[in-house]
């Protein structure tokens, strides 16, 4: 594989990101418009009710975010000029065909400028309702492929989907596409036309019965779970990633596709500084919770590996692959972009980091406090999760079910809330298991021969870092892993 200058790629070219507001897309065009301001343009589509709307939002959740701060010291005063000029606000919607872009001279002119479209729109609730998560998810990267497939110069798509698409798989996983009607375990009858006149159908009863929104977006919720699990996929989130794969990589035709699964993402590793992050991303609900106190027990198997990345070094591995395959088309290709087979870390790693860096830099409560942690209980299965309750709970629970009867419900609410919060608990401890208990290894063959194409430009290859192995987890993890999260999300 032979890249030439990605800089020298990149100058003059027209790109279409969707997903825009996300964190991963956020990275990406910070990147681009740093290191190449020369790109003749990038069209983003946002969600928003009209064109004032989507600008106002581009300027408010993107670059007006301090992940931007460097571009605009480095650029000065032509950040806004090169904003202005180069960047294309698009109000629409993946979830639509012709991507919902009402304005007709937009779209055609989109369609005869572009180079390269990028699909990073995606809900990535674990737990989300099943036709939202199935029209973004799902049909959404149907809609975008078609839209590329309509632009007269595109010369590839590049899909951002997941690694966790494998959903339990153990072992040495390939970097191999999922084909139509595809499952996991097995069972056959995956129809993605029947998925969607299922949730049709269901919708339509739901209303049918004057149910209340609540209701239905329970409902919803619950069948994308069924739905899910019938065919080998933990949750929604990634059952509806690897539909929206199988639909892309049946209508693609002759364009070039990528597909770029990454694991685990995490803040930044140095670009455009280290440990700049947005939301509490997987393993970062722990960092919270366990930070401000409220989690003192961990059910997760501390010999896992967990599969962390740096969003910077996917996107630098987004834009290699991006450009290796424009310069040589491809059928289709997957890029798993993680650590685990390269530079794995443990669970019991990131228990230590996270008991050492709180230890050492407590976080305030309102009062101006330090919160106090511990070293939280380790339960090494759900069953011994599950026992503990019982033998925790159970008993409380009983008691304020007969204090109920003797003294008139007066305890109805105390009983009520702690019933509620157990299987709240129970519920969360269930959907991230999972990735708790994960014993996979991504393989990154692909990867690999990418790292070494971009590492033949010595010029470049400090600009597109993405070697997991330059990662030393003790300083990344403690100074600037959770300091940021610390910053940016506490």
């Not at 739905?227 to 002759?254: C, D, S």
Request: charged share 25%.
């Amino acid at each position: 594989m032979e890249l030439g200058s990605i800089l020298q790629f990149l100058e003059n070219k027209t790109i279409l990101l969707t997903g825009v507001t996300g964190f991963l897309a956020k990275i990406f065009v910070e990147k681009i418009l740093r290191v190449q301001p020369n790109v003749k343009k990038l069209y983003l589509l946002l969600r928003a009710a009209d064109a004032t709307s989507a600008s106002y939002r581009f300027h408010s959740e993107v670059i007006g975010k301090d992940l931007f701060r460097v571009a605009k010291e480095t650029l000065g005063a032509n950040f806004d000029a090169i904003i202005s000029k180069k960047i294309i606000v698009v109000c629409g919607d993946v979830f639509y065909g012709d991507l919902g872009i009402k304005d007709s001279s937009l779209r055609e002119e989109m369609m005869n400028e572009l180079d390269i479209v990028l699909n990073f729109a995606a809900t990535t609730n674990f737990y989300e309702r099943y036709d939202i998560a199935f029209g973004t998810n799902t049909i959404g990267p149907k809609n975008v492929i078609c839209f590329a497939k309509t632009c007269l110069k595109v010369k590839l798509f590049v899909q951002i989907s997941t690694a966790y698409v494998c959903g339990e798989s153990s072992g040495l996983i390939p970097e191999k596409p999922y084909r139509l009607g595809e499952t996991l375990n097995g069972v056959s009858g995956l129809d993605i036309d029947y998925e969607k006149k299922l949730i049709d159908t269901k919708l339509d009863e739901l209303r049918a019965q004057g149910v209340t929104e609540t209701e239905i977006k329970h409902a919803m919720k619950d069948m994308g779970t069924e739905r899910a699990k019938r065919y080998g996929w933990p949750n929604t989130y990634v059952f509806t990633k690897a539909m929206g794969e199988m639909l892309i990589g049946n209508i693609k035709g002759n364009l070039a596709l990528v597909i770029i699964r990454p694991s685990m993402i995490t803040s930044t590793f140095k670009d455009p500084f280290p440990g700049w992050i947005e939301g509490a991303r997987t393993i970062d609900a722990l960092t919270v919770s366990y930070g401000k106190g409220k989690l003192t027990f961990f059910v997760v198997d501390l010999e896992s590996i967990v599969d962390v990345i740096p969003g910077d070094m996917v996107v630098n591995a987004i834009i290699a692959a991006m450009v290796a395959h424009a310069n040589q088309p491809c059928d289709e290709v997957i890029y798993h972009v993680g650590s685990s087979l390269q530079n794995p870390m443990r669970y019991s790693n990131f228990r230590d980091y996270l008991i050492q860096y709180f230890t050492n830099k407590p976080w305030m409560d309102k009062k101006g406090k330090p919160i106090k942690v511990n070293k939280p209980t380790i339960f090494n299965s759900i069953s011994n999760f599950n026992r503990f309750i019982k033998i925790r709970y159970w008993p409380l629970l009983k008691v304020l079910e007969l204090a109920n009867i003797v003294f008139c419900q007066i305890f109805v609410n105390t009983y009520n809330n702690l019933n509620r919060k157990i299987k709240l608990v129970k519920q969360l401890v269930e959907l991230y298991r999972p990735y708790l208990f994960f014993h996979g290894i991504f393989d990154d063959s692909n990867l690999d021969k990418l790292r070494i194409a971009v590492g033949m430009n010595d010029k470049e290859d400090d600009i597109f870092f993405m070697d997991p192995k330059s990662i030393d987890w003790d300083n990344y993890f403690l100074n600037s892993h959770i300091p940021g999260v610390v910053k940016f999300v506490f």
